[in-house]
């Protein structure tokens, strides 16, 4: 069973980088039998998801926030990293990891409960 979890700092600063981590348990992270999303949703607002790999290896970005996310993978700790540069108040959001999502419907198999980041000076 796949069990997601995220940690990160709750606040950042305008103009730094916001860093998250997703621990997965149950399966590595490595294995290409899942794919593995970040998602966050900002006050009031919908779901949106802000990056992902793919089964197939390619990871992909919102195209919005394409230049300043980046997402790497550390296999010796099974854990899914999420790097948002230049964070503005905008970026303040609920962000969660997730694992097999259908991104048109922002439906997905496993999700973590979330981390709240506040980007405020």
């Known amino acids: 069973q796949v069990q997601l979890q995220e940690s990160g700092p709750g606040l950042v600063k305008p103009s730094q980088t916001l860093s998250l981590t997703c621990t997965v348990s149950?399966?590595?992270?490595?294995?290409?039998?899942?794919?593995w999303t970040w998602i966050r949703q900002p006050p009031g607002k919908g779901l949106e998801w802000v990056g992902y790999?793919?089964?197939?290896?390619?990871?992909y970005y919102r195209p919005t926030l394409k230049s300043r996310t980046s997402i790497d993978w550390d296999t010796s700790k099974n854990q899914f990293n999420l790097r948002l540069n230049s964070v503005t108040p905008e970026d303040t959001a609920v962000y969660y990891c997730?694992?097999?999502?259908?991104?048109?419907?922002?439906?997905?198999?496993?999700w973590g409960p979330g981390t709240n980041v506040t980007v405020s000076s």
């Open positions: 997730a694992s097999d999502c259908t991104i048109a419907t922002m439906t997905c198999a496993t």
């Open positions: 149950g399966v590595s992270v490595a294995t290409s039998s899942h794919a």
């Open positions: 790999r793919a089964k197939s290896g390619n990871t």
